[in-house]
Every structure is written in C-alpha cells, then in structure tokens.
C-alpha cells in the first residue's frame, strides 16, 4: 500500500498526528500535496528555513502571507487552528520535525494541538529521517514508513533521466539494471543514472553497485559483498549446493509452484573452518544476486530505542533490495544474551525478539543465511521450522572432499599437483589452505608446511565431538544429505597374547 493510500486512511480515521519516517521529504511531500488537492483538504507546510507555507503546492506564500508561524514551531503548531473550517479538513507538514520534539514546549504544544485536531480536523503530520519520540508524545502518534522507489517507480525515473535513444537498456540489461538500483531513494537512484551516463553514456548497472555498496557502507548497519567466488571455488558440500542452487534459481513461468512457495533461508553449523562464511559468500555470486552483511553488533545502540531502530532499518534496506542474500555471520554471538540474565537492560532480547518476527513475517524475496559454531548458545525457537529451509551441518571434510580441495588450493598457489600431501585426517579445508599457503610463503614442501598447521580438530577436541554429538538426529547432512548421523568410532581390534605352554 503507497503513502498516498496509507495517509488517506489514516486521516479518514482521524488519526490527529501522524509520524512518516522518511529520507525523502520532498518526494512525501508531493505524495501528500496530491492527495489534498484530491480530496480538497487544506495543506500547509513548515520546515525551520522557510516557515509556514500554505497552498496545494506548498509554495504559494511564506509566513508573512500565509498565516504567520516564521521559524518558530510553537507558532506554526498554533497557526494551523486558524486553518479549520467547519465542513472541511487541514493538514500541517512538519519538515524534520525530530529535531523540535524534545523541546518541553514544543512537545506540549503538540500534544494540545493533537487534542484539538480530534474535534476541528486538523491533523499533523511529521515527517523525519529516523524515529525520535519522547515518551509523553508515543501514544498520540501513528507510525508509517514511506517506502523506498520499487521497481515500476526506477523504471519510470530511468526513463525520465534517458531520454535518448541507446542510452536505455533492454529486456535481461533493464532488469539487471532494477536489481542494482533497488534499495536507493528517488534521489539516489535519478543522481546513479545521470553519473552512469556521463560515464559510459547508456545506463549500467555498475554505477548502480557503486553508490550502493558507499551508501551502505555509510550507514554502518550493512555493506555489500561483491566478490567473485563461485560454487567451483568450495570444495565439497555438495547437497548444500543442490539445495540452495534448487531453491534460489526462479521457476518458469508455466510452472505450478505457488506464489507463497518462497525460499526463506538456512542457517549452517559446523567446525570452525569447514565453509560456512565462504559457503555464504559464493551464494551470491553463484545466484546472480547482491549479498548484503549484516554486522549485528554495529545494530546494538546506546540510546534507548536505537537498537530497535537500527534493525528495522536494516531489514527494511534489505527489503528494499530483494531479491537478495542478508548474511549473519557468528550469530549466537550477538544474541547469546537474548535468553535473559545479562546486563545489557534486554537489548539483546529487543533485538532478538525483532528479528524472530522479520524471519517469520518478511514476504520480500530475501534469503537470510546465519553461520553458528555453537547452536547452544542460541534459544530454541530460533531455528524452528518457517524461520529456516533448515538447519545445515558442516562437518570435516570427507577424503574424497579433501581431494578436491587440495587440488583446488595447489592451483591456487601454484603447488606442483604431484607434491607429497601430509597426513590430514582430521583437517578442516581452511587447514588445507594454510597449509598451502604456508608452502608457497616460505618455499617449503607440503609436508614440512604442514607442521605448522594444528588442526581445530586437536586444539578444540572436546568442543568438536560435543558439536558433533548434538547435530545428530537434529540437523542436515551438507554432504550427503538426509539427516546428519554421527558415526560410531571405529572399535580397536583384538590381539591375541601367545602365552607360553605349560610344557
């Protein structure tokens, strides 16, 4: 539902103040101004530089002939009573109005406005780019979020921004195009497009990545991982790979699978070492779509209320640019206080608690993918069924995977195929990698490079087994597929002891 539809009901109802979290005010503003004109409301707007302006196009006089209210927000909340008419209905727009609300002032004039708007209809709407409400003021607003551009929205500012011919892709280009530009605002996406073309002179999807992955990064909630690793490039895992690739790759359009039958996500548990980060990492790539990072801890704020608002807005940048992979990685180490009992006055379990309902509820094409070493620490109702696909178990590589991965990292370092390959029984592939490595830095054989290496398998034995022992029976085989079973060590064989006869 738009902006447009969303306000018109919520004024219809009488909502008297309303809070539109937006990054584009002008664009809501617009989107406000048509549904006025519309339904012949009043409209008036205030924002600190130009006062109160009044008029359909919230430019048709400034304080001075528009009912006064200048730069001073008690005026202007008290100037918007002189605009009620008996038979008809006034809208006041308050430009970044967050920055006013904790004013002692300002918050009580709103609150008495509020109160009169419920009889003379006159209404308040505040729009600002984060969610800042002091307590007195929470029960009397109505929240609402004005969407990021989608698809049909990009399409149509592409076009106004390429007007000439060739500068406009077609068909599988335009759609790559619209995948790149998902998640940027009006403004962003319309600046991407002007830069793509004094670059390249036609619109690329490049320029798209570009101001996406800075803007990302600047919010410090996601970034954007953009490498090159492929399914070729990991060793193993082959019925996780057949899963995923199954699950991820889009049906025909004459196929009968049900628009509800959406992938939702996996998370992976295993060693430390066997591929989950990197499993992650290659999805992306290996699916065509944008992987976006979640760094959990940079979601933990110090103000009250921040870490909520943090994780909202990740999740809904994530939204915005679905198709996507959101990646976690390490997450029973960010909610492992979730359960209660710690010092942290329930962050951990607001925390908790918002991104249970988004992996429940989201019905954006969004394929979340959490890495775990140590499923305990996490409560149990995280990893139940319709929050993942299912609960994957990365164990140490099998002889036939680890094959492969030697030969896949000899390549790498350029190691002679045919070199001596150390014992490695009981080696992870980030093992075998360093091994390499190793050999290649300091020009030795594999196996003296190899006493370098003390496999997790050794230093965390007690840790690997318990692991081992609680997948059994709970989790997928990332290998073989079907559920993951612990085999039974192998029994010692019996020696006979000759004893001397008696003779």
Not at 93 to 114: D, I, K
Not at 206 to 231: C, D, I, N, P
Not at 329 to 353: C, N, P, T, Y
Request: charged share 20%; glycine share 8%.
């Amino acid at each position: 539902m738009s902006l447009y539809e969303r306000l018109s009901e919520h004024v219809r109802a009488a909502f008297p103040a309303i809070y539109v979290q937006t990054h584009e005010p002008e664009d809501a503003l617009s989107e406000i101004a048509r549904l006025c004109r519309d339904q012949q409301w009043s409209l008036a707007s205030w924002d600190v530089d130009r006062g109160l302006r009044v008029g359909a196009q919230n430019a048709a006089a400034d304080a001075g002939g528009g009912g006064g209210g200048g730069a001073d927000p008690v005026a202007a909340l008290k100037a918007v009573s002189a605009m009620a008419t008996s038979d008809g209905t006034a809208v006041l727009v308050l430009v970044n109005f967050h920055r006013f609300l904790q004013s002692a002032e300002v918050a009580q004039a709103l609150a008495n406005q509020a109160a009169l708007g419920k009889q003379n209809r006159t209404f308040l709407i505040c729009l600002a780019p984060v969610v800042q409400v002091p307590p007195e003021l929470e029960k009397l607003f109505v929240h609402l979020a004005h969407d990021l551009p989608d698809r049909d929205q990009l399409l149509e500012i592409a076009r106004g921004v390429a007007s000439e011919p060739g500068e406009l892709p077609e068909d599988q280009a335009m759609a790559a195009l619209l995948d790149a530009s998902a998640g940027l605002t009006r403004w962003q996406a319309e600046n991407a497009f002007s830069l793509s073309l004094v670059r390249h002179g036609r619109l690329s999807p490049q320029v798209m990545w570009e101001l996406k992955a800075q803007t990302l990064k600047a919010s410090g909630l996601l970034t954007l991982h953009r490498g090159g690793e492929t399914f070729d490039d990991l060793g193993g895992l082959a019925a996780l790979k057949a899963f995923c690739s199954r699950a991820l790759t889009p049906p025909p359009p004459s196929s009968p699978r049900s628009a509800l039958a959406k992938p939702r996500g996996i998370l992976l548990l295993g060693v430390p070492g066997t591929g989950k980060s990197a499993f992650a990492k290659a999805l992306g790539s290996e699916t065509g779509r944008p992987t976006l990072v979640l760094d959990v801890g940079a979601l933990m704020g110090g103000l009250v209320g921040s870490t909520e608002r943090n994780t909202r807005d990740a999740l809904r940048i994530a939204d915005a640019m679905s198709p996507c992979i959101l990646y976690c990685d390490e997450i029973e180490k960010a909610l492992s206080g979730s359960g209660g009992g710690q010092s942290d006055s329930g962050v951990a379990a607001r925390l908790f608690g918002a991104l249970l309902s988004w992996l429940s509820d989201h019905e954006s094409d969004v394929f979340f993918v959490a890495t775990a070493n140590d499923i305990s620490k996490l409560p149990p109702e995280f990893a139940r069924s319709e929050r993942f696909d299912g609960v994957w178990f990365l164990d140490l590589p099998a002889t036939s995977e680890k094959q492969q991965i030697w030969a896949m990292y000899q390549r790498t370092f350029q190691i002679a195929q045919q070199q001596q390959r150390p014992a490695d029984g009981e080696w992870t592939g980030a093992e075998i990698r360093a091994c390499c490595r190793l050999a290649a830095l300091l020009d030795l054989p594999l196996v003296d490079a190899a006493r370098h290496v003390v496999p997790v398998a050794v230093t965390a034995a007690e840790s690997v087994q318990r692991l081992r022992a609680w997948a059994g029976g709970r989790c997928l085989d990332a290998t073989r597929g079907g559920i993951y079973t612990v085999e039974a060590p192998t029994p010692p064989t019996s020696r006979k002891v000759s004893r001397p006869s008696a003779n």
